[in-house]
């Protein structure tokens, strides 16, 4: 067990490795920074004085080395564009982005489970076909169109729902939250409707997928024969081994929705890292931008790691694959 933990540690270190190069090196081809960071009157002289002074002259070795030993230490340059460490931005931008997406995953995830089981156990339905079709739309539709249409109904023509910003909010510490305030919740409506909706048409498909599956079972078929309830053999024996993929799947996705929220906060100018990112591809704020997907990628690689820790300690077969390995190579 400690070897195998110490091998996907070291993995996970090389893909993190591995992504901060490609994203330092890609963004360097992003634009000159210097170019937006002064003005036309600004001489050559003040040019390569601001140049030497942000380090850009450096070797890209030196530029990346650099960039590694802060990021090991929570440190992330300071931004071309706002001149305060980056490491500061994210941390004012993050509570938006994680609110945004938790709200998101629970939303996608409270009626993506219940139409995935209706839609697995009445799959003949009328309903059942009419959830599949509407969930092809989600699937299909862009998230920012989906926004711009759910922004024209709600806030321009019902006049029910704000259609940018996040409200009002409340500083706990250095965390502000928008889940204790009335404007904050209303807020949060429709940019987690939007961001939500592609990951709840994907569970709900997900658990049809496998209720369906599972219901063709022997276990299944034994437990009626014994004679139990449709309801305990449903949600006591069917549902509980249809969400062991659906967990996992879920898990990745957070990371995905972290990622994906980019397009969200656009659309309703939501106040997030997604926002940052943006605003700092249209300045070349190359720091912004290598930390933000460092960032991401950390959480990708964090939650395969914990994914695959699970599967290690709970399924049993790889155990004793490894344990079969290791006796042929003796």
């Known amino acids: 067990m400690v070897s195998y933990v110490i091998r996907r540690l070291l993995q996970a270190a090389l893909v993190m490795l591995v992504v901060a190069f490609v994203s330092f090196s890609l963004f360097r081809f992003a634009g000159d920074p210097v170019n937006n ?3 036309q009157e600004a001489t050559q002289e003040d040019r390569r004085e601001l ?8 070797p890209f070795p030196v530029q990346f080395g650099r960039f590694v030993v802060d990021a090991l230490q929570g440190e992330f340059g300071i931004s071309y564009r706002l001149q305060r460490p980056v490491e500061d931005l994210i941390a004012e931008r993050m509570p938006a982005t994680l609110e945004l997406v938790l709200v998101s995953a629970v939303l996608a995830l409270i009626t993506g489970i219940p139409l995935g089981v209706y839609c697995g156990i009445h799959r003949d339905s009328w309903v059942s076909r009419a959830l599949l ?5 989600g699937v299909s539709l862009p998230t920012f169109v989906i926004g711009i249409l759910l922004i024209y109904l709600f806030s321009v023509q019902m006049l029910v729902l704000p259609s940018f910003g996040r409200g009002e909010v409340v500083q706990i510490g250095w965390w502000s939250t928008g889940f204790l305030t009335f404007s904050g919740w209303q807020a949060l409506i429709l940019p987690s409707i939007t961001l939500s909706l592609f990951q709840l048409t994907l569970i709900m498909r997900l658990v049809r997928s496998e209720m369906l599956e599972v219901m063709r079972t022997d276990y299944i078929k034994f437990a009626r024969a014994r004679g139990l309830s449709n309801r305990a053999i449903n949600f006591g024996h069917a549902l509980k081994n249809t969400l062991v993929p659906v967990i996992t799947i879920v898990g990745l996705n957070i990371g995905s929705l972290i990622a994906f929220s980019i397009i969200t906060e656009t659309v309703f100018n939501w106040p997030g890292m997604g926002l940052l990112f943006i605003k700092a591809v249209q300045f070349a704020d190359v720091p912004i931008m290598a930390a933000y997907l460092t960032m991401v990628a950390f959480v990708f690689v964090s939650i395969n790691l914990l994914v695959d820790l699970l599967y290690y300690a709970i399924d049993p077969r790889l155990k004793v694959d490894r344990g079969t390995a290791a006796g042929r190579l003796s």
Do not use: K, Q
């Open 51 to 58: 140049r030497e002074r942000l380090g850009l002259n450096d």
């Open 37 to 39: 960071m002064v003005g």
């Open 133 to 137: 079709t509407v969930s092809l739309i």
